[in-house]
Structures are given as structure tokens and as C-alpha cells.
């Protein structure tokens, strides 16, 4: 149950936030690539979670008590694949590293099953849309965001 409770915890938005100011220090141009995804990424799921309105299974049967919101599609589903395998493509992980980040989504979404905050067809569903936001948008968003990357980076630089 703890393991369960713990990766579940690599999933949530804040810890991702972190992980994306981290590469930023590793690699700032690719850093901010992949937290350019990770970003719409997160404002597609809210759209998505905001529109469809989809509730969770019933209260008394979840292993947690700190859910919130709704349930379709799974937000650590859709933004921890989008993260964990944007990080492998830009910041070009080998193996046996890059076989754990390719698995960890799919914990993830396990987690949230095996927690009972999710209906299965929300994890697949969050899965399902990050692909087809890596595979369709990637490069959209990466064109878009690159209009501000000096600017960003000329911020980062003066914070730091």
C-alpha cells in the first residue's frame, strides 16, 4: 500500500512542476520542451475534465481520501505519460533508465485503479489522449512555445 500511495505521489501536478523546473537546470532548451508539453498537456486534461464532468466512482470505496475533481480522463494518466515520455525523447535516456520512465504512466494509472479514485476507461482514456497529443500536437506546441522562449529564458536567467 505504500508503494501504491508513494508512486501515486510522483504523479500529482506539483511534484511534475518540479520535475519540469529540474530539467530546466539539466537543459534549458530541452527542459523547456518538455515542460512546454507537459504544460498543455495539463490545460488539455483540465479542459477536458471541465467539459465532459464525468464523476468519480462512489466516495466510500476509494483507498484515499484526498480526490478531487472529475474523474474522466485520469490527469496522472494523461500528464505523467506526456512528461515521463517526453523526457526520454529530448533528454535521449538509455536503457534500462528509459524502460522504468516508459512503465511509470502506466503504474501510475494502475495506482489510481487499484485506489478506486478511477473508472478503468479514464486511465485508458488518459492514456489514449496523451499519444494522440504527443503523435498530433507535439510539434504544433513546440512551434507555438518557441515564440517565447527567448523571452522565458531572458526571466529564468534573471530569477536565477
Same mark, same amino acid.
Given at each position: 500500500?505504500?508503494?501504491?500511495?508513494?508512486v501515486t505521489l510522483i504523479g500529482?501536478?506539483?511534484?511534475?512542476?518540479?520535475?519540469?523546473?529540474?530539467?530546466?537546470?539539466?537543459?534549458?532548451?530541452?527542459?523547456?520542451?518538455?515542460? =512546454?508539453?507537459?504544460?498543455?498537456?495539463? $490545460?488539455?486534461? /483540465?479542459? +477536458?475534465?471541465?467539459? %465532459?464532468? *464525468?464523476?468519480?466512482?462512489?466516495?466510500?470505496?476509494?483507498?484515499?481520501?484526498?480526490?478531487?475533481?472529475? =474523474?474522466?480522463?485520469?490527469?496522472?494518466? $494523461?500528464?505523467? /505519460?506526456? +512528461?515521463?515520455?517526453? %523526457?526520454? *525523447?529530448?533528454f535521449e535516456i538509455a536503457a534500462?533508465?528509459?524502460?522504468?520512465?516508459?512503465?511509470?504512466?502506466?503504474?501510475?494509472?494502475?495506482?489510481?485503479?487499484y485506489l478506486k479514485v478511477h473508472?478503468?476507461?479514464?486511465?485508458?482514456?488518459?492514456?489514449?489522449?496523451?499519444?494522440?497529443?504527443?503523435?498530433?500536437?507535439?510539434?504544433?506546441?513546440?512551434?507555438?512555445?518557441?515564440?517565447?522562449?527567448?523571452?522565458?529564458?531572458?526571466?529564468?536567467?534573471?530569477?536565477?
Amino acid at each position: 500500500m505504500f508503494f501504491i500511495r508513494y508512486v501515486t505521489l510522483i504523479g500529482n501536478v506539483f511534484p511534475q512542476f518540479l520535475i519540469c523546473c529540474f530539467l530546466l537546470f539539466v537543459d534549458f532548451r530541452m527542459g523547456y520542451q518538455v515542460g =512546454s508539453l507537459w504544460f498543455w498537456a495539463y $490545460l488539455v486534461n /483540465l479542459i +477536458l475534465k471541465n467539459t %465532459i464532468r *464525468k464523476r468519480r466512482p462512489p466516495k466510500q470505496d476509494w483507498l484515499i481520501t484526498k480526490v478531487s475533481g472529475f =474523474s474522466f480522463p485520469s490527469g496522472h494518466s $494523461l500528464t505523467s /505519460l506526456v +512528461l515521463f515520455w517526453s %523526457i526520454v *525523447k529530448y533528454f535521449e535516456i538509455a536503457a534500462p533508465f528509459s524502460y522504468f520512465l516508459y512503465a511509470l504512466p502506466v503504474i501510475l494509472g494502475a495506482s489510481r485503479f487499484y485506489l478506486k479514485v478511477h473508472y478503468p476507461e479514464d486511465i485508458v482514456g488518459g492514456w489514449a489522449i496523451a499519444i494522440f497529443f504527443l503523435h498530433f500536437f507535439e510539434s504544433k506546441v513546440l512551434d507555438f512555445q518557441f515564440n517565447f522562449y527567448g523571452f522565458f529564458y531572458d526571466i529564468c536567467h534573471v530569477l536565477l
